[in-house]
């Protein structure tokens, strides 16, 4: 029964690896091999050295001991000539080291960098929802550092692998030479083989959790230092000091049982093989007192008792970093799987030219939550698992016609952002549909989508680079009349022309050297670079004192009638231009109308205006 049992198990599981084989086909999900196989001259000549510098290794091992007998035989000249011979083969050595340093750093510089590239571009494919519901280290670690643990633990497996077998033979040979004291090594390496099993079982479960607490404080760090404005103008110090101790002494405390475990059991292999090899000795002793081995032969197995440990060692080591390239290997790749990191998905149909006309039909959307408990460091989920919330948006319906001016109002939570990021197709609708020129918007391409809406937000990204290169991102092939024409337009001519180096000025990490209307306005240049047929405004001048808010109105009223200008606005000021304006509650809107229309008939805007002016 207990045999049927197994049988079943065994093959349920051969059909699940088979199934996931085939959907990795099916998804273009790729693993390391995928990498190797286009630098395999490159493997193959590190093999090749590797196996060069193990057989000169050998020899050495080989004539030293020959060497001893030599001279324990008192052959004196012959044993200076095997001396000679095993000096020159350490020269060898120590130049075969150097080649495989070469081709290593050659191999791992283009490999790596070629994984770096290829993750990047694929953190650009993944949804708004996945960003949303992953923290920010999640995708730096193993964008940036894991190819590298990954690239370092594939080399040190080869050199491992030739090690070991040079001291395999090493072994082999003592065995050959008393097969009674290759007995007691091959009794310790059998003991010392079933505990390291053991610590690398624990170390493949830890590992997987120690990196998930990585990712959580690399993530929590990199929040401390960009929010350090907020936290000392809000005096935060000390509640995020709190919030911050409690993830790196949940990290800390974890690692430091993970060392304690691993160090045991280590101590525990080490106690083994120090018996061993100490037995070993006192049993050649014995031997040689009996005259069971002769004293050249005593000599050469008391000089490479440490080939033993070694040996064990560098198995343990090898299992150590098979467990490293799975983990990494399961990490890096994870980020291909869309069942774990969602990605946008885009239609087929290319249009030529986009008019602007945008169309809502019955729209729902609720925004998704993860499936654990977000106070529990130590809670292991699938990234897929979610649940949705209260829907934001329901039953939606509204058409805005090409070339003209809308804008979106109502209190915060009304659901004005949660429109334009499904617009824009940030996200996607759960119901309904929405169209760009009649269109359904999840059948276009992303080049007809991402070419033809420009989205300028509260908080625009300004690169740390300079004024130019910032625009360049935009349309790389601009030229200087274009980027002249842009700055004009979003009102950055008086300023640019104040600074010391003019658009070449580097505005730091975040545009800090600028001001909020500046990265505003630089942000309304890039978009007016791209010349979109829809140009969306979210809450763009809500964080803007009045003056700057005013030049980013100019900038914005500009456009009208050149694009479809879409406005999501905190204060109405800043849209009494509009051809129209929907007023939201709740997810729905309740009138729509000019600036002067609703502050006629609609209470509730008009309050909001007036109480935004008192």
């Known amino acids: 029964m207990a045999e049927a049992v197994i049988k079943k198990s065994r093959k349920s599981l051969r059909e699940e690896r088979k199934k996931e084989k085939l959907y990795r086909k099916e998804h273009n999900i790729p693993s390391i091999t995928n990498y190797l196989k286009d630098y395999k001259g490159y493997i193959f000549s ?16 080989i ?7 030599n001279v324990t035989n008192q052959l004196f000249w012959l044993a200076i000539r095997q001396a000679l011979i095993v000096l020159t083969l350490r020269v060898t050595d120590f130049l075969t080291t150097f080649l495989l340093d070469y081709i290593y750093s050659k191999f791992s510089k283009l490999i790596t960098t070629r994984l770096n590239s290829d993750l990047s571009s694929q953190a650009f494919k993944f949804s708004a929802t996945t960003y949303a519901n992953n923290p920010s280290g999640t995708f730096i670690q193993r964008i940036i ?5 990954l690239i370092g633990s594939l080399t040190n497996v080869v050199e491992v692998i030739s090690i070991a077998i040079e001291q395999l033979i090493i072994c082999a040979y003592i065995f050959y030479l008393n097969y009674i004291v290759g007995l007691v090594f091959v009794i310790g390496m059998i003991l010392s083989l079933v505990i390291e099993r053991i610590r690398v079982r624990l170390n493949v479960k830890y590992r997987k959790i120690s990196n998930k607490k990585y990712d959580k404080i690399q993530s929590l760090t990199t929040e401390i230092v960009k929010s350090e404005r907020d936290v000392k103008s809000l005096n935060l110090e000390t509640s995020l000091s709190k ?17 304690t475990i691993n160090n045991s059991l280590n101590q525990t292999r080490s106690i083994i093989n120090n018996i061993i090899t100490y037995g070993a000795m006192i049993l050649g ?4 007192e009996k005259s069971l081995i002769v004293f050249s032969t005593f000599m050469i197995i008391i000089n490479n008792r440490p080939s033993f440990n070694m040996l064990i060692f560098n198995l343990s080591y090898l299992f150590d970093i098979k467990s490293t390239i799975d983990v990494y290997n399961e990490r890096i790749f994870a980020l291909f799987d869309p069942r774990k990191f969602p990605v946008e998905d885009f239609g087929s149909i290319k249009l030529d030219k986009v008019k602007g006309k945008i169309q809502f039909k019955k729209v729902g959307y609720a925004y998704e939550d993860k499936l654990r408990n977000k106070n529990d460091l130590n809670s292991e989920h699938d990234e897929s698992s979610s649940i949705k919330n209260k829907k934001v948006l329901d039953n939606l319906s509204f058409t805005i016609k090409p070339n003209t001016t809308v804008a979106f109002v109502g209190k915060s939570g009304s659901g004005k952002s949660t429109i334009v990021s499904l617009m824009s197709k940030m996200y996607k609708v759960d119901e309904g549909e929405i ?15 991402r070419n033809n809406i420009s989205l300028v937000n509260q908080f625009p990204y300004i690169f740390d680079m300079s004024i130019r290169e910032n625009l360049l991102m935009a349309k790389a092939d601009a030229t200087n009349e274009e980027l002249n024409s842009a700055i004009d337009r979003a009102y950055l001519r008086e300023f640019v022309d104040t600074l010391p180096n003019g ?3 580097v505005v730091g990490e975040s545009g800090i050297k600028l001001s909020g209307g500046q990265r505003q306005r630089l942000a309304i240049a890039r978009a007016l670079l791209r010349k979109s047929s829809i140009i969306i405004f979210d809450e763009s001048t809500s964080s803007l004192d009045n003056y700057a808010q005013e030049y980013v109105k100019k900038s914005i009223d500009d456009l009208k009638g050149s694009s479809t200008i879409v406005i999501v606005a905190h204060r109405l000021t800043t849209i009494k231009n509009a051809d129209v304006i929907f007023f939201l509650d709740e997810g729905k809107i309740i009138d729509k109308g000019t600036f002067d229309e609703l502050f006629e008939k609609n209470k509730k805007f008009r309050s909001m205006f007036l109480a935004e002016n008192i």
């Open 285 to 288: 002793i014995v031997l040689l």
């Open 503 to 505: 658009i070449n000025t």
């Open 63 to 69: 004539l030293s001991a020959e060497a001893i007998t």
């Open 145 to 149: 550092y894991d190819p590298q643990n």
């Open 435 to 449: 169209l760009i020129d009649g269109v359904n918007i999840n059948d276009l391409t992303k080049e007809t989508l």
């Open 46 to 61: 590190f093999i090749l050295v590797m196996l060069f510098s193990m057989a000169v290794n050998i020899a050495i091992t």
């Open 243 to 259: 919030v911050s101790s409690k993830y790196y002494d949940d990290h800390n405390a974890f690692e430091y049982k993970k060392k």
